[in-house]
């Protein structure tokens, strides 16, 4: 929470730096690792890598817990920035709330049509369910983002933990949040998908 709040007092110092906003949860907070280690940050080194530091800037506005009915309001945050790219990662939390497909799919909507009225560019990060929330709550669930991606046409991947979810060496030891070799697998799969876009 401090580094999101640290965030909102240096976003307008990125003068003609080409800004990144991540919008996620624990995941794309990077619970549970270094912030070195997260893959918004494994994206940063990528970018400074590629094309020279200053350049790009990635600002990451995820919160740990967050639902996709708080992704507006942090838009609304971090839009002083000038944000030209959205990674919007939000979703994977809305099952433990209770929160229907139906109202996940709603709120995805707001802030993707929020962020295209700015003239911000957009990836959507694809989730899944685990199968115990039920055969019907997990496909309702998993078709709202490739529905979302062609409604807008908009940037995609279908599944941000392809490749991780699962797998007990790049998890931690609650099984749901990716250690640091998890978060480089996250950050080859977001990259491959962003590149494209920038």
């Not at 094309?51 to 600002?59: D, N």
């Amino acid at each position: 929470m401090f580094g999101f709040l640290m965030s909102l007092f240096i976003m307008n110092s990125y003068g003609a730096e080409r800004v990144l906003l991540f919008i996620g949860d624990s995941l794309t907070e990077g619970y549970g690792v270094e912030k070195s280690e997260s893959y918004p940050q494994l994206i940063q080194n990528k970018l400074d890598q590629k094309y020279g530091a200053g350049k790009f800037k990635v600002l990451n506005g995820s919160v740990s817990g967050s639902t996709s009915a708080s992704g507006l309001s942090r838009l609304n945050w971090f839009k002083k920035s000038n944000p030209e790219f959205l990674i919007l990662g939000l979703g994977a939390n809305d099952g433990l709330r209770g929160v229907t497909p139906q109202m996940t799919k709603a709120n995805l909507k707001k802030i993707i049509n929020a962020a295209l009225e700015l003239k911000i560019k957009v990836l959507l990060l694809g989730m899944m369910m685990p199968p115990n929330y039920g055969p019907q709550y997990t496909d309702e669930f998993k078709s709202i983002y490739p529905e979302l991606s062609k409604e807008y046409d908009i940037g995609f991947v279908p599944f941000v933990l392809a490749g991780v979810a699962g797998e007990k060496s790049l998890n931690q030891g609650d099984g749901i949040h990716p250690n640091s070799k998890g978060h480089l697998v996250i950050s080859e799969t977001v990259w491959n998908s962003l590149e494209k876009m920038l």
